[in-house]
């Protein structure tokens, strides 16, 4: 009669845990899903502190001879925070990531389309343009093609765990765009 409760509290138990487990996984999936959203030209990206609107992507001649293209991002930022902001992509930086055939491109330069200077801070409810850009890589150069752009957002938490005060967390991936940029054969 033990040896029966024992075996049945212990199945009991294994169902339990593969019920709890079950409904953790499916609550993780919901809460970050693993393919993030598919965004268009013109489609708002929610980033945390900023809300991200790229515009159009083309491909840029070098500005001497002798350097390599660029791919340009045109793009239209709004912090969304009450304050200026000095980390637009969040700290440490997460910019729109770009790749093209598996391969990461480096971090673009963004500068402000009203003046050509670097993008340094962001006035609050300030909408500026903006233009994102990377140096074309010699063999993507010579075959242009389709290039990912993923957007990750920040994640705020009014209390953290560690401070037990208001900051600016983890990232996880808010959008992702496949497109051919203009002037690309």
Known sequence: MLRRLRLRLAASAGVAAAVLVGLWLKVEEVRAPQEPPAV??????????TEITPLSLSLAPPER?????????????LNLTGET??????????????????????????????????????????????????????????????????FQRQIFKLRDNLYGMSNWLLFQPAGRMAITPQGAP
């Open 85 to 150: 902001q000095f980390a637009v992509f969040g700290f440490p930086p997460h910019p729109p990531e770009l790749a093209a055939g598996g391969v990461v491109w480096p971090e673009p330069e963004v500068t402000l389309d009203r003046d050509g200077e670097v993008l340094a801070q962001l006035h609050p409810r300030l909408a500026e343009r903006v233009t994102l850009a990377w140096q074309l890589p010699p063999d993507w150069q010579r075959q242009p093609g389709p290039v990912s752009l993923t």
């Open 65 to 77: 001879a002798g350097e390599p293209g660029r791919l340009l991002l045109r793009a239209r930022l």
């Open 40 to 49: 268009v030209l013109g489609q708002a990206v929610d980033q945390g502190r």
